[in-house]
């Protein structure tokens, strides 16, 4: 059964930083593409990052282009989400999803197999 479980969530000051993990697990992914979702409290869920099976395009928010980068390690199933120059607005919880590479990686109805979420809290 293919499974996505997010780690490194978490509670960080403005301005820090923080690193989520995506690992897959029962299937490879290595030939999907991978995403990065958020969902803030009372809002829809939006886009944060992609990236393609290759890791050679990524896919930015403009939220988060500039502070946010996605990278992936197909040898160990696992795509990452750096987080830099957090702000209290990127408050929400994260979620890893998987989608056939040629999918639009900006929709959500791409992506097949989704994680549970992980909560990211910036105060203000």
């Known amino acids: 059964q293919a499974q996505l479980v997010e780690s490194g969530g978490g509670l960080v000051q403005v301005g820090g930083s923080l690193r989520l993990s995506c690992a897959a697990s029962g299937r490879t992914f290595s030939s999907y593409g991978m995403g990065w979702f958020r969902q803030a409290p009372g809002k829809e869920r939006e886009f944060v990052a992609s990236?393609?099976?290759?890791?050679?395009?990524?896919y930015y928010a403009d939220a988060v282009k500039g502070r946010f980068t996605i990278s992936r390690d197909n040898a160990k199933n696992t795509v990452y989400l750096q987080m830099n120059s957090l702000k209290p607005e990127d408050t929400a919880v994260y979620s890893c999803?998987?989608?056939?590479?040629?999918?639009?990686?900006?929709?959500?109805?791409?992506?097949?197999?989704w994680g549970q979420g992980i909560q990211v809290t910036v105060p203000s």
């Open positions: 999803a998987a989608r056939p590479d040629a999918n639009d990686p900006y929709r959500e109805y791409s992506y097949a197999y």
């Open positions: 990236i393609n099976w290759r890791g050679s395009r990524s």
